[in-house]
């Protein structure tokens, strides 16, 4: 694997940290689909790892609470800790385990608890600053992909071992 060059104004995923960390994201963050405001933050907390683009957390005052519902799903992170899945409903579109949080993460991530992450494919806009972003490649990862972030990004294939 051979890291992009990152451009002026960029950054590059290679330079994120392992293990990975969290902090305050600064940026307008923002979730539509049908028409329909799920999220807008300014208040957002970001997580960065060496070969993924940031995940992006959201207090729960800045989301349509109303849209998410709890499901069965759970997963562990060896950084964050468990976690707990999703559904959200708009427009009478379901998508199944598309939102993530972790309610008691581990003392380095305490700034995520109660923060919700999204996976950006299922909507119709997820947005940085005003830009759209693609999702991670792979399905599995929620990194958001911005214009200012060089890769390549984990999920491409071949990356499985990176």
Known sequence: ??????????ESVWDYPRPAIAEPARRRVRIEHRGVVLADTRDAVRTLETS????????????????????????FCE????????????????FRDVAW??????????????HIAFYAAPFDACLVDGERVSPQPGGFYGGWIT???AGPFKGIPGSRFW
């Open 1 to 10: 694997m051979t890291p992009e060059v990152a451009e002026p104004g960029q």
């Open 52 to 75: 993924h683009p940031p995940s992006y957390y959201l207090p729960p005052a800045d989301i349509l609470m109303s849209a998410l519902r709890r499901s069965d799903r759970t997963s």
């Open 79 to 94: 950084w964050k800790g468990h976690a707990i899945y999703y559904d959200v409903e708009i427009a009478g579109e379901v």
């Open 101 to 114: 949080s972790y309610p008691t993460p581990s003392a380095a991530f305490m700034i995520l608890r109660d």
């Open 147 to 149: 214009a200012d972030i």
